[in-house]
């Protein structure tokens, strides 16, 4: 069974120099890659293979020698993560790959060649050295991937993806007894067919003092100036508290139902659609109802547990 483990980092003023050299490289790597692979579709009519993207990647890598200075495999990583992409986009009807911007997430993963010291506190990654970290829990199993990130707000982490020996259980036989359904909505995040009803915590709405002020004096300064990154910093900050607030509710609430429950039932919204009404398309867009849909599809199969996704016409909370 797979699952993902996720520390904060704590890398020296040197180190942190380093791996915003092997994000923007990696950033860089993506984007040139997504850029060939458009044009070459354009202009020849064909996309380009990941064969051919990895004999460009060696030809680009001599062109620009700075590409050598960081670890290779996150580069490589980069060619596998647009090839998935462009698989999710052709097959699952996503939307087209995008280009990385500088001011968003940074990420690079690596397959293979990092350690972990435990009684140390701290993580080997090529190149970059032994990182202080911080291990809230251990783990036991083989390590398949492990990517290094920097949030908006400047703080690194580290999300080390686990094969262990714990084998997916079989589904549980599914009966009415033990199942729910529950309808999603604004003023209640979630209304059960028991009659339970679990309150809209609405998280940023509470913010929205703060944040107005913060955008305001941004809003001030000069582009490019140090108090201008300073304030920009203190928002994501703010977005961050937000979304961890959320992420811990969405969390309790749906391991709750699926250890209490062996069938959940919830309605497929529109959220795009939905979202089309301006009056209420912040809240829309901060309840994180496909974040936790995501959430108990992949607690209910830790539990053989069974996730139910209805017609959005139909009352859920009434099955």
């Known amino acids: 069974m797979l699952k993902a483990y996720r520390y904060r980092l704590y890398p020296t003023d040197e180190q942190a120099v380093f791996l915003n050299r092997q994000f923007g490289s990696v950033r860089y790597v993506y984007n040139w890659a997504l850029a060939l692979a458009t044009t070459t579709y354009q202009t020849q009519g064909q996309g380009i ?13 001599q062109e620009l020698p700075w590409l050598g200075e960081v670890a290779s495999q996150p580069l490589q990583q980069a060619l596998v993560h647009l090839d998935k992409a462009f698989t999710r986009f052709f097959r699952e009807k996503k939307g087209y790959p995008r280009f990385k911007s500088k001011r968003g997430k940074q990420s690079a993963t690596y397959p293979q060649g990092v350690k972990i010291h435990w009684e140390n506190g701290v993580i080997y990654l090529p190149k970059a050295g032994w990182i202080r970290a911080v291990f809230s829990r251990r783990f036991s199993g083989t390590v398949k991937t492990v990517t290094v990130s920097r949030v908006p707000s ?6 080390v993806l686990v094969e262990d020996e714990n084998q997916v259980p079989d589904a549980i036989a599914e009966t009415w007894e033990r199942a729910v359904g529950g309808d999603l909505g604004l003023h209640d995040f979630l209304v059960l067919s028991t009659g339970e009803k679990c309150g809209h915590p609405q998280w940023l709405e509470s913010e929205l003092y703060r944040l107005k002020i913060l955008q305001r004096r941004l809003a001030k ?4 100036s140090k108090n201008r990154t300073k304030i ?6 703010l977005h961050e508290q937000v979304a961890n607030r959320r992420q811990n509710f969405l969390h309790k609430l749906s391991t709750d139902l699926v250890r209490r429950f062996d069938t959940v039932c ?7 659609g939905m979202a089309r009404n301006h009056a209420l398309a912040r809240r829309i867009a901060q309840s994180g109802w496909a974040e936790f849909r995501r959430q108990l599809e992949y607690k209910a199969q830790w539990y053989g547990k069974h996730v139910r996704v209805i017609g959005r016409f139909a009352p859920s909370s009434r099955l």
């Open 49 to 61: 293979t990941r064969f051919q993207l990895d004999k460009r990647l060696t030809a680009l890598k």
């Open 154 to 159: 400047g703080k690194f982490f580290v999300s």
């Open 221 to 224: 300064t000069a582009k490019g």
């Open 232 to 237: 920009r910093r203190k928002i994501a900050r």
């Open 266 to 272: 919830i309605e497929d919204l529109n959220v795009a």
